[in-house]
T-cell receptor
Framework: GNSVTQMEGPVTLSEEAFLTINCTYTATGYPSLFWYVQYPGEGLQLLLKATKADDKGSNKGFEATYRKETTSFHLEKGSVQVSDSAVYFCALSDQGNQGGKLIFGQGTELSVKP | NAGVTQTPKFQVLKTGQSMTLQCAQDMNHEYMSWYRQDPGMGLRLIHYSVGAGITDQGEVPNGYNVSRSTTEDFPLRLLSAAPSQTSVYFC?????????????FGPGTRLTVL
């Protein structure tokens, strides 16, 4: 079945450091890929998304490129801020996203120190 | 728009008790879903609905019931709570007519079963 694997956390960085959170997936067909972010005490918010191979999603300085050849969707940011401290989830949906079904990775906690 | 709202925010139950977690959305979304979030496991889909009167099971449906009598509401029922149901529960909704279909999450309900 479909699955998503993320690098384990927690990840601790200093402010202005470069961030990479790895995400790989297993899926049949051509899934859409997402990164969601969960700030402390809140629900999940969509951070960025990509629908097909070589698409790059971007938002708030974060980027991720849909790599079909390596089945990956790694999240990157060039310079993190303390306000980026949160849990990040990689997710996929089957082609067409029928039924609003997402498959999530286990989440990666990011802590950014001043 | 209030978006996706969930009540209660916190709940403590004893084993065997029943309760209903409420979820409502005011965005006229067709798709609604329930997920549970457990440490190290990401979010897992419990039940979902593609429209009023239509529901289906997700990955972990046992011990939970749902119904969708209106577009706006999608309550989750625990008929006989068990300690294994201690978790954070998130409701989500989406339009259902886009690819990819962005899901919007509620703030969550933290449930403890003693």
């Amino acid at each position: 079945g479909n699955s998503v694997t993320q690098m384990e956390g927690p990840v601790t960085l200093s402010e202005e450091a470069f961030l990479t959170i790895n995400c790989t997936y297993t899926a049949t067909g051509y899934p859409s890929l997402f990164w969601y972010v969960q700030y402390p005490g809140e629900g999940l918010q969509l951070l960025l998304k990509a629908t097909k191979a070589d698409d790059k999603g971007s938002n708030k300085g974060f980027e991720a490129t849909y790599r079909k050849e390596t089945t990956s969707f790694h999240l990157e940011k060039g310079s993190v801020q303390v306000s980026d401290s949160a849990v990040y989830f990689c997710a996929l949906s089957d082609q067409g996203n029928q039924g609003g079904k997402l498959i999530f990775g286990q989440g990666t906690e990011l802590s950014v120190k001043p | 728009n209030a978006g996706v709202t969930q009540t209660p925010k916190f709940q403590v139950l004893k084993t065997g008790q029943s309760m209903t977690l409420q979820c409502a959305q005011d965005m006229n979304h067709e798709y609604m879903s329930w997920y549970r979030q457990d440490p190290g496991m990401g979010l897992r889909l419990i039940h979902y609905s593609v429209g009023a009167g239509i529901t289906d099971q997700g990955e972990v449906p046992n011990g939970y019931n749902v119904s969708r009598s209106t577009t706006e509401d999608f309550p989750l029922r625990l008929l006989s709570a068990a300690p294994s149901q201690t978790s954070v529960y998130f409701c989500a909704s989406s339009l259902g007519d886009n690819v990819p279909d962005t899901q919007y999450f509620g703030p969550g309900t933290r449930l403890t079963v003693l």
